[in-house]
């Protein structure tokens, strides 16, 4: 085998995040984020409109 | 150019290039070289990840796109954060737990040879093609500034990217970014800062957003839709979040930070980062442009912001003074109406305000009117003409109409010295230094990560899956760093070409989106349909290029929803021709 080879599909085990919790609990967090700016940049829109 | 903006500029890129220089020493080895050793923080990923992203034209071209459009570039962003969740959960555990060096090495473990041999081409066209305008965007810069030709100034950039790119590998690259990601925040805070500064004595942000808004400029949330409206929030959301999806999840100049990585666990915590920092940059960035727009209500902006088309047309066409006559009186009734619409806001007079608005923006479409019959006058051809060179000229002969317009901008655009031409007539002296190394840095440490890709996917897809597949780590080491040198060499002629397009940040996305949509198909193929093999998932790739392609040369689709078509006839093909393969597979074995 070439030097490049390494051994494929070893288990790599599950680590929780360092923070949050759990991962779905986390990518929750990061989608609410996504939602709170959208109401954010509306309300920011709204306030200066013509 | 001042004294103290050469002290910051040279002070600021030779600190970069030291400090990731010292960070990445030990890349002896070709996992070190191409993967960091898999040691890399999940923070140093983060800032990686947006640094690559973050090339110079989001600061040359953003403030000049929110000038000219206003904020709803933003939500081009809104299907980012989506993105990122979803490789979390799919690409990054695969591509960790396959323990490879690419992307497209997974593909033949998943398919064959050949399917990975035909998406890194692809990869090896798209940013090859996409290394180029990286590249020209901040010679651009530097040629305007110094007055030195173009040619130069992209060899300069080019020659310090590959210097410690090809020397320290990944490693380099990614340690390089990481200060480079401080000095470009303290530079926003500061262009916004100076900005702000020069507004009229007693204005502040909110005048200036309420100037900006008046002339339709503060939109950052449009939900009508259009298929052939490039920016809105449903195109935003669902042709972003596929952008996003084929970007970081196939593209190797993103697969790569993510790969170097300690854990599954450090990956994730880096694109999730990015899902949650990027848009309030990228909001940040289009505020600087609404506050320059603003600072143009009320000093006059030239009619034309590339400073030697402006001089051609001032000389040499007859039709210019009147033009000229209409710009400045546009320009000194909006100014008056400008003031008017501030002073309503601030007593509360919402009629006074109804009434100066309207006045602003009639004054407005006045000035635009003007300024748009200087640019058709500058986009005439004729002698010193800039934009008939030989690149434009292949492109408009050689390409389907519908595509060569779309690639090379339609006519004159000078969105992209907007941006420039305040921080060069306005800012003091230092600020314009600062604000120089935020774009020369954006430029070397985004283009090394692209080099850096380049040459893995050229070594590892190409040259040791078909070349040379039994060699030693040194053999493979040396080859990495020619194929660096190789692609820096490339990046340099491409840039010299590109210079020419319209606004380089569209453009920049607009060829990402011919290819990604095939990218991202192969790979949702890889890790969600189990039953899909080589041949369909192959025939299913190309099939998918090909509508991308008629999309973009026979309709007006906005560019975003072509990473949407490409990536669902990829997909719907490779199940179409799957059985088929299957039975033949069969017969085969029976």
Redesign the interface.
């Known amino acids: 085998m ?3 080879r ?7 085990p ?5 923070f949050g919790g759990t ?1 779905p609990r ?2 929750a967090a ?2 609410a ?2 939602a709170a ?2 109401l954010l ?2 309300a ?2 709204w306030a ?3 | 150019m001042r004294p103290a903006d050469w002290y910051v500029l040279v002070g600021a890129i030779v600190f970069v290039v030291v400090y990731g220089m010292w960070r990445s020493r030990g890349s002896g080895t070709v996992n070190k070289y191409l993967l960091a050793g898999k040691t890399m923080p999940w923070y140093a990923m983060a800032l990686s990840i947006m640094a690559t992203q973050a090339s110079a034209i989001t600061f040359i071209s953003t403030p000049g796109q929110s000038y000219v459009d206003g904020m709803r570039f933003v939500q081009f962003y809104f299907g980012l954060p989506l993105a990122m969740v979803i490789l979390s959960v799919t690409a990054v555990p695969i591509f960790h737990r396959a323990r490879v060096y690419t992307a497209y090495e997974y593909l033949e473990q998943r398919f064959n040879a050949k399917t990975r041999a035909l998406v890194s081409g692809i990869f090896l066209l798209q940013r090859g093609l996409a290394i180029g305008i990286a590249l020209c965007a901040p010679a651009i810069v530097l040629s305007v500034i110094l007055g030195w030709p173009e040619h130069i100034t992209i060899l300069l950039i080019g020659l310090v990217a590959v210097l410690y790119t090809s020397l320290r590998g990944v490693k380099g690259v990614m340690w390089t970014q990481f200060p480079y990601m401080f000095i470009m925040t303290l530079g926003l805070l500061v262009a916004l800062g100076t900005a702000l500064w020069r507004l009229p004595q007693g204005m502040g942000l909110a005048d200036a957003v309420t100037v900006a808004g008046a002339a339709g400029r503060v939109n950052p949330v449009v939900f009508h839709f259009n298929w052939n409206d490039r920016y809105n929030f449903w195109s935003g959301l669902v042709g972003g979040m596929f952008l996003a999806l084929a970007y970081f999840g196939c593209d190797q100049s993103q697969v790569q930070r993510y790969l170097t990585g300690k854990s599954i666990a450090q990956s994730r915590l880096s694109l999730l980062f990015n899902g949650v920092a990027k848009i309030p940059m990228q909001f940040f960035i289009l505020l600087i442009g609404v506050v320059v727009f603003a600072f143009y209500t009320f000093e006059k902006p030239p009619i034309l912001f590339k400073s030697n088309d402006l001089q051609r047309i001032q000389t040499s066409a007859a039709e210019y003074a009147p033009i000229a006559q209409r710009y400045d009186a546009a320009f000194e009734r909006r100014k008056k109406a400008a003031r008017q619409v501030v002073a309503a806001r601030r007593q509360g007079d919402g009629q006074a305000r109804a009434q100066s608005a309207a006045a602003y923006r009639q004054a407005q479409r006045d000035l635009e009117d003007a300024r748009g019959a200087a640019i058709r006058l500058a986009a005439k051809p004729g002698p010193g003409n800039d934009s008939n060179n030989a690149f434009l000229t292949f492109v408009n002969h050689y390409f389907p109409a519908g595509l060569a317009s779309k690639i090379t901008g339609v006519g004159f655009n000078d969105t992209n010295y907007v941006f420039l031409s305040f921080v060069i007539r306005y800012l003091p002296a230092g600020v314009v230094g600062l604000m120089l190394a935020m774009i020369f840095g954006a430029a070397m440490v985004s283009i090394s990560s692209e080099m850096n890709s380049l040459a893995t996917v050229t070594i590892i897809d190409l040259y040791q899956r078909h070349v040379r597949r039994q060699a030693s780590d040194g053999h493979y080491l040396a080859a990495a760093r020619v194929a660096t040198l190789f692609w820096g060499a490339y990046a340099v002629v491409a840039a010299g070409l590109a210079k020419n397009l319209g606004s380089l940040i569209e453009t920049v996305n607009l060829v990402g989106s011919l290819f990604y949509g095939g990218l991202l198909g192969v790979f949702v193929l890889a890790f969600f349909f189990k039953r899909v093999a080589g041949n369909a998932a192959f025939a299913g790739v190309i099939a998918g290029e090909a509508a991308i392609f008629a999309a973009a040369i026979f309709t007006n689709i906005s560019f975003l929803w072509y990473n949407v078509i490409g990536c669902v006839v990829v997909v719907s093909t490779a199940l179409v021709l799957s059985p088929i393969e299957s039975n033949q597979g069969a017969r085969r074995q029976s």
């Not at chain 1, 390494?6 to 790599?12: A, M």
């Open positions: 070439s030097a490049l390494n051994d494929r599909h070893q288990d790599i599950e680590e929780p995040p360092p991962w986390l990518y990061v989608l984020f996504l700016l959208i940049f509306r920011f829109q200066f409109a013509p």
